[in-house]
């Protein structure tokens, strides 16, 4: 099992646009973490459940599921339900919001009193963002939220989500990862298990449940919220 896997470990051949839309969260060694052979599969929060960002075609993608072609290690996506029009700004957005947070890095993942949250480099950006694009805004707050509980995690083994930076909350959590004790089956839903995606970002959904369709070759991620 590994927390924070790379877009690159999770998809071969990513376009620049997958880092903009899809959040790895869990990788799962179907071998070692389960009884289900030798094989990868991986938990991946989906931007706003990608809509806008993707087009519904009830195959590949509606606001509730997802499907990813899998090889047995990685995924691959159908790049035609990419919406390109609205992932337009994504990008720049993407390298923006990466160019301040590697640059003020230090001040990102330290822990704040409530007071200090309020006079923080965060929240100054915050103020800057709102004032912009509201959409600019909220995907700054989740893309930080983000990329601040990966780092802090690798940085110390320890789980705790982005709010303790916002001067919010800084007590350690545990990731809920909750595997199946199913093994190999025929069906199209062989389930591997389901996360709590909260605990991961901001903005995302409650709950993603993953399992494998091993006729298909594909991997499926339902999306729930409480």
Avoid at 15 to 31: A, D, E, Q, S
């Amino acid at each position: 099992m590994k927390l924070f896997p790379t877009i690159e470990e999770v998809f071969s051949n990513p376009l620049p646009i997958y880092k903009t839309i899809f959040f790895p969260l869990v990788t799962i060694n179907l071998g070692e973490d389960m009884d289900k052979k030798e094989g990868k599969v991986h938990f991946i929060s989906v931007l706003g459940d990608a809509y806008p960002y993707l087009i519904k075609d009830g195959e590949r993608f509606e606001w509730d599921f997802i499907r990813f072609d899998w090889d047995g290690t990685h995924y691959q996506f159908d790049n035609s339900v990419i919406n390109m029009e609205e992932t337009a700004p994504l990008l720049e957005w993407y390298a923006s919001i990466e160019e301040d947070y590697n640059k003020h890095k230090s001040e990102y993942l330290k822990n704040h009193s409530w007071e200090e949250a309020r006079d923080s480099h965060l929240e100054k950006m915050r103020i800057k963002r709102r004032k912009i694009s509201h959409d600019l805004y909220m995907y700054a707050d989740m893309l930080l939220s983000y990329w601040i509980t990966r780092d802090k995690y690798l940085e110390t083994g320890l789980f705790i989500r982005d709010y303790g930076y916002y001067g919010l909350n800084d007590q350690v959590n545990k990731p809920v990862i909750i595997l199946s004790k199913t093994g190999i089956t025929n069906r199209s839903d062989e389930l591997v298990g389901k996360v709590c995606e909260y605990n991961y970002l901001t903005y995302g959904e409650d709950e993603i449940k993953l399992s494998i369709d091993r006729k298909k070759q594909q991997i499926i991620q339902k999306f729930y919220w409480s």
